[in-house]
């Protein structure tokens, strides 16, 4: 099962040096059942977009995390891309969420989708109202938009030590 798991250059870091992604609380994301049926139309690859967006707003919740305990986090969405076995359907919690076995090996990796420097302000600002917006708040909401409009850059596996070192 292809599965996007939300992350942050601090979880980049750790990818590198260990060789495996640790997920938070083993959630990721990917196209599930409830997902597909949730909408009325759309291809597998609109769906697998749509769930990717999904982690893409999880990293938001990771970054505000970070923030508050770090001064020096950089606003950048990350998420990476897998093919795993084992991942667990948690409808529970949302449609596209999955509970994972356990870490990812590097060489599950499919792709890394990290934000451009050009998207910082507008994660920074998204990542301190992600809560506000999925409580309906307006304002909170226009924020995120702001984010979400920037596009996540796509990387190769094997570009990650070159991406971190670029940071």
């Not at 994972?100 to 302000?121: S, V």
Request: aromatic content about 6%; overall charge negative; glycine content about 6%.
């Amino acid at each position: 099962m292809r599965v996007y798991v939300p992350a942050t250059v601090v979880m980049l870091r750790a990818l590198n040096a260990d060789g495996e992604l640790s997920a938070i609380g083993n959630t990721a994301f990917a196209l599930t059942p409830a997902l597909r049926e949730s909408y009325a139309t759309g291809g597998d690859e609109e769906l697998e977009y749509a769930a990717m967006l999904d982690a893409a707003r999880a990293s938001l919740r990771l970054l505000n995390t970070e923030l508050m305990s770090e001064s020096d986090t950089l606003m950048r969405r990350a998420v990476v891309s897998a093919d795993v076995d084992g991942a667990l359907l948690r409808p529970d919690l949302d449609y596209s969420v999955v509970k994972l076995a356990g870490p990812i090996p590097l060489k599950a990796i499919a792709a890394i989708h990290f934000d451009t420097e050009e998207a910082e302000g507008a994660v920074q600002a998204a990542a301190a109202v992600v809560d506000a917006a999925d409580l309906g708040d307006p304002d909170a909401e226009f924020t995120l938009g702001d984010a979400e409009d920037h596009d996540l850059a796509w990387y190769a596996p094997q570009e990650l030590p070159f991406l971190l070192e670029l940071m």
